[in-house]
Nanobody, 123 residues
């Protein structure tokens, strides 16, 4: 089982910045793609950014050039630096991890979600 602990959400004024972190712990062979999703009130959950095990990043258009995703493999952590925040960035942000886990003689890619951290951008 893999546990995810998110931190860093909160209230920030428009134009401000926040840093989200997500640390993975538990029993796994490796961590593959890691990412962040968000869900605004009344809307579906959407991709924010992902990063591969090799460090290649992918961003949703609304956050390009404002958000930066990174990972610290030694700490099993994925971070999201959010700058120039806008009111429309207000949402619950969820960490998403693809982990290779072993089950008996086999290994499987499993997807895990964090519980979410609220980001509110408001004056």
């Amino acid at each position: 089982q893999v546990q995810l602990v998110e931190s860093g959400g909160g209230l920030v004024q428009p134009g401000g910045a926040l840093r989200l972190s997500c640390a993975a712990s538990g029993r796994f062979l490796s961590l593959n793609v890691m990412g962040w999703y968000r869900q605004a009130p009344g809307k579906e959950r959407e991709l924010v950014a992902t990063i591969s095990s090799g460090g290649s990043a992918n961003y949703a258009d609304p956050v390009k050039d404002r958000f930066t995703i990174s990972r610290e493999n030694a700490k099993n952590t994925v971070n999201l630096e959010m700058n120039s925040l806008k009111p429309e960035d207000t949402a619950v942000y969820y960490c998403n991890i693809n982990a290779l886990v072993s089950r008996g003689w086999n290994s499987y890619n499993m997807v895990y979600w964090g519980k979410g951290t609220l980001v509110t951008v408001s004056s």
